[in-house]
C-alpha cells in the first residue's frame, strides 16, 4: 500500500496552513513529521486522514484518487497527545472496541487484543479501567486501540508530549519495536528533533506549511539543505555569525579575524552565514581556545537541567546557546571565550543553501 499527497495545498479563513507539499508514504515505514508548533504537522495527518479535504492537489491511496472519500472509507487510526480512552471499560474493552463495532466474531477478538496487548506490554492490566492506570499504560492502551484495528495508516499527533519525562523516554525506546512489528504506514509528528533521531526512519521537515526538506532522518540531521532545516532539526535552534572568506582567513562579523582552517578552508571568497549547534560551542575562560577560533562573549543566563547546562550568551547584538555537559554556573554578566572549532560547523550560502557541512 502506498499513500501519496500530490501537490497539496490547504487554506482556512483566508490562511494558507499547508504550501504544495507532495509526499509519498508507503507500507512497513515511518515518517516524522517535525517542526515547531504550527508548522502544518496536524493539518497533514488530518489531510491523510481525509478529516479535511485539500484546497488544491489530491489524495492517492495505491494510485487512486480519494480526494473526496469520507474518513471512514478509509484504513486510518490516529492516536493524539491526550490519554483518548472510555474511562467505564476496562484496558480489554478499550482495546477491543474497534474491532466489536467492525463486528469480529469473538475468537478473533481475543486473539487480535492479546496479541496487541502483548505488543504493548499490557497484560498485566488488562482487567483495569484507565484512572487505575499510569500516563504511559493509558497512552499504550490508545496505541493498541489504534493498532488492533489493522489499519493501513496509523498517524500519531504528538502522542508523549503529555508524559512525564521518564514515561516519554520508556516509550520512545518502545516505539521503533512496535512500528516494526505492525508493518503498516506510520505517520509520527513531533517539535523535537531528539525524538525524531531516537524514531530513526524518514524525516519531513516542516515549516509555516512547507515541507523544507524530507529524507532518512540521519541524513537530514546531518545534511540539511538550507539554514532554516538545521535550525528545525536543532534543539535550541542552531546559532549563526555572518562571515566573510578573504584568502587564507576568515572575518567573522564583530571583528574577529582567524586562518581559514577546517571547512573555511575550500571554500571560495565571499561571504557566508556560518551555523552551529549548541553543543558544538565550548566556552573557556581566559586563552582555551587550543586551535579553535575563539570570540569573547558575555552570559545572560544559565539553566541547569541536572545533566546539562544551557548558557545563554550575547556578543555584537547576536544571542547565542551553548550546551554543556554537566554542571557550570556561569554567572551574569561574565565574559567566556565562545570557542568553536571550524571544522564542526555548517556553512550557508548567501541564499541560506548549505555549501558545506561537518563529517559527523
Request: with cysteine; proline share 6%; aromatic share 6%.
Amino acid at each position: 500500500m502506498s499513500v501519496t499527497l500530490d501537490h497539496v495545498s490547504r487554506i482556512v479563513d483566508g490562511v494558507t496552513t499547508i504550501r504544495d507539499v507532495s509526499l509519498t508514504l508507503q507500507r512497513g515505514t515511518l515518517s516524522v513529521l517535525l517542526g515547531p508548533t504550527l508548522s502544518g504537522k496536524t493539518s497533514i495527518m488530518r489531510l491523510l486522514a481525509g478529516l479535511d479535504r485539500p484546497t488544491t492537489g489530491r489524495v492517492l491511496v495505491d494510485g487512486k484518487d480519494v480526494t473526496g472519500a469520507d474518513v471512514r472509507q478509509r484504513s486510518v487510526a490516529m492516536v493524539y497527545q491526550q490519554f483518548i480512552n472510555y474511562p467505564s471499560l476496562t484496558v480489554y474493552e478499550n482495546i477491543a472496541s474497534p474491532l466489536r463495532v467492525q463486528g469480529k466474531p469473538r475468537d478473533e477478538i481475543e486473539k487480535r487484543v492479546a496479541e496487541a496487548a502483548r505488543l504493548l506490554r499490557l497484560e498485566p492490566y488488562l482487567k483495569r479501567t484507565p484512572l487505575q492506570l499510569s500516563g504511559g499504560q493509558q497512552q499504550r492502551t490508545a496505541i493498541a486501540r489504534a493498532l488492533v484495528k489493522g489499519a493501513d495508516l496509523v498517524l500519531l499527533d504528538e502522542p508523549l508530549a503529555n508524559l512525564d519525562y521518564k514515561l516519554r523516554e520508556e516509550l520512545r525506546a518502545e516505539l521503533p519495536r512496535i512500528f516494526e512489528a505492525s508493518g503498516a504506514i506510520f505517520v509520527y509528528a513531533t517539535t523535537e528533533p531528539s525524538e525524531a533521531l531516537l524514531l530513526g526512519g524518514r524525516t519531513i521537515c516542516m515549516w509555516e506549511g512547507q515541507a523544507l526538506q524530507t529524507g532518512d532522518t540521519a541524513s537530514v540531521y546531518r545534511r540539511p539543505d538550507t539554514l532554516r532545516v538545521g535550525q528545525v532539526f536543532s534543539d535550541p535552534p542552531m546559532n549563526t555569525v555572518e562571515i566573510e572568506k578573504r584568502g587564507d582567513s576568515v572575518h567573522y562579523a564583530g571583528g574577529v579575524k582567524a586562518p581559514a582552517v577546517g571547512l573555511y578552508a575550500d571554500l571560495p571568497d565571499g561571504a557566508y552565514r556560518a551555523g552551529f549547534r549548541p553543543h558544538q560551542l565550548g566556552l573557556a575562560q581566559g586563552d582555551g581556545s587550543h586551535g579553535r577560533h575563539a570570540f569573547p562573549a558575555t552570559v545572560s543566563v544559565t539553566e541547569i537541567t541536572g545533566s546539562e547546562s544551557f548558557v545563554h550568551l550575547t556578543r555584537d547584538g547576536m544571542n547565542w546557546v551553548a550546551v554543556l555537559h554537566g554542571v557550570h554556573e556561569y554567572e551574569p554578566g561574565e565574559v567566556l571565550d565562545a570557542v568553536l572549532d571550524p571544522a564542526n560547523v555548517f556553512v550557508f550560502d548567501a541564499g541560506d543553501r548549505l555549501v558545506a557541512a561537518p563529517k559527523i
